[in-house]
């Protein structure tokens, strides 16, 4: 059963500084993506992965993709008030099915 | 707005009762998705449809149930339903064959009481 695990769950972090999440899963797969929610709302699709060595930036996130490491990150640059959400990594399943497993969460605050 | 229409928004029902929560995908999209965003679980894959069939499921409780129809809208059927089944159900859509995200709904509140 593919599991996928977040690090860390939560994240507090002054405006202006850098960090990375990153997302562990256990079974092959080489496509990716990453999803930010705000509060009550919907999930919002933010990056698709679809290879190893796959990296896409938009704005301050840059999501990157490590097929046989099994290990994707996002990385936050110089952050702002406006990133605090949640974000979650999925996987798809695959064997044709495009089940997304998704990952923990990770629940980011930007302190001003 | 990602396309995927799912209604109603809120609903709050009583243990026991059963409720219906319908998803309209994407135009064009042949897959539909469910899942359940509680508190203490994350987010759990329940169900796949793809053009009308079943094609996955996940953690889905044998007191749930879903459908997807000939027009690709989807129903999720509650039942005998417990104050644990309180959570935020959403659909998902995603395109045929082809490697891309799934696009999601707003969402629908189900309350417990």
């Known amino acids: 059963e593919l599991k996928v695990e977040q690090n860390p769950l939560f994240l507090s972090m002054q405006e202006g500084k850098n960090y990375t999440i990153y997302c562990n899963y256990s079974t092959t797969s080489d496509r990716l993506y990453w999803y930010r929610q705000d509060p009550g709302k919907s999930l919002e699709s933010l990056f698709v992965?679809?290879?190893?060595?796959a990296v896409k930036q938009e704005g301050r996130l840059m999501a990157s993709l490590d097929t046989k490491a099994r290990l994707s990150t996002l990385h936050i640059t110089a952050a702002v008030h406006d990133l605090s959400a949640t974000y979650f990594c999925?996987?798809?399943?695959?064997?044709?099915?495009?089940?997304?497993?998704f990952g923990t969460g990770t629940r980011l605050k930007v302190l001003a | 707005d990602s396309g995927v229409t799912q209604t109603p928004k809120h609903l709050i029902t009583a243990t026991g009762q059963r409720v219906t929560l319908r998803c309209s995908p994407r135009s064009g999209d042949l897959s539909v998705y469910w899942y359940q965003q509680s508190l203490d679980q994350g987010l759990q894959f329940l169900i796949q449809?793809?053009?009308?069939?079943?094609?996955a499921k996940g953690n889905i409780l044998e007191r749930f149930s879903a459908q997807q129809f000939p027009d690709l809208h989807s129903e999720l059927n509650l039942s005998s339903l417990e104050l644990g089944d309180s959570a935020l159900y959403f659909c998902?859509?995603?395109?045929?064959?082809?490697?891309?995200?799934?696009?999601f709904g707003q969402g629908t509140r189900l309350t417990v009481v």
């Open positions: 449809y793809y053009n009308g069939e079943e094609r």
């Open positions: 998902a859509s995603s395109p045929r064959q082809m490697n891309t995200e799934a696009f």
């Open positions: 999925a996987v798809d399943a695959g064997s044709g099915t495009y089940k997304y497993i």
């Open positions: 992965l679809l290879s190893n060595g």
